[in-house]
């Protein structure tokens, strides 16, 4: 019986995933797009606006700061003060609806994605461990990332 029911829960499961597969992303590299060169790491928001699809309320209304390479900034607020909606279109996760978005002198939406997220660290707000090891937990998000001699 456990058997039985643990071979459904996989299908499901498996199901699911392929569904999930399928979707393709809303945001796409234009066709132009170039490789993201070295990082330095200067990150510029000029008249940054972003509100969500079937709203008319901004969340972010034309930010704009810049954080120098070495520079540490901090971003402060209540719930849903938009901390997090500032970060999520540098990796490009969503578009800005304004404005434009500028690491070392190159706005964003003229990189690629893959080789601008490869270069990106994001720390989630939500940390979940996996069953297995603290390495296994680690290399997560880098599987073939080898072992240090």
Do not use: W
Request: proline share 5%; hydrophobic share 40%; with cysteine.
């Amino acid at each position: 019986m456990n058997f039985s029911q643990n071979l459904l829960n996989g299908a499901a499961g498996f199901e699911r995933f392929l569904e999930m597969m399928a979707v393709q992303p809303d945001i796409a590299d234009a066709p132009d797009a170039a490789p993201l060169r070295e990082i330095k790491g200067e990150v510029e928001f000029v008249h940054v606006g972003f509100r969500y699809a079937g709203s008319s309320n901004e969340v972010l209304s034309r930010v704009s700061l810049t954080v120098r390479p070495g520079e540490t900034a901090a971003l402060t607020g209540m719930s849903g003060a938009g901390k997090t909606t500032l970060c999520s279109p540098i990796p490009r996760f969503c578009e800005a609806g304004e404005g434009i978005i500028i690491i070392d002198g190159t706005d964003i939406k003229t990189v690629t994605l893959k080789s601008r997220r490869s270069r990106i660290r994001i720390v989630q707000q939500d940390v979940y461990l996996f069953t297995g090891t603290i390495r296994e937990n680690l290399l997560y998000g880098k599987p073939g990332l080898r072992k240090r001699k």
